[in-house]
């Protein structure tokens, strides 16, 4: 018998750990980097990773305004989004050679925003067969590296300007 070691799940599928108060994107902001492991700062938006991955590198765009409507952005937050998505593109293609990405936006609870309430973009690596018989057959996902191995490494193929 094979098991999947995902010690890091637990906490959540308890409901514990240290979630902030009130908004968890807005917490980032002031967070230090490590903690929250947020990748990239830009003057508008951050990049951080998704803590419960659809797979390895998922991240996430984040503008540092609370909203949860993307009519309300300004141009110029606009542009640093996907100036920085771009980035994080190219970064997740240096360190993992994905040939393809899922990149977009759940605006709101009916479209499957898990966090309806800050506007963000998902970032998601693709490879062909990613969804092998372990996601179509035995419902499970399989993250074959860790968050804080993938932090790293972000952190480190990330374009300079």
Known sequence: MDHLWTPWRMAYLRNEGTKPEGCIFCHKVQAKDEE???VFRSTFVYVTLNLY???NGHLLVVPYEHTADITTLKPE???????TTQKAVLALRA??????????INQGAAAGAG???????????????????MTVIGQTRVI???LINTYTQLRSAWPQD
């Open 53 to 55: 991955p659809y797979n």
């Open 36 to 38: 929250e492991l947020v």
């Open 115 to 133: 966090i309806a309430e800050h506007l963000h973009l998902h970032i998601v690596p693709r490879w062909p067969n990613d969804a092998n018989y």
């Open 77 to 83: 937050v606009l542009t640093d989004l996907m100036l």
């Open 95 to 104: 360190i993992y050679n994905a040939p393809a990405f899922n990149i977009g």
């Open 144 to 146: 074959p590296d860790s």
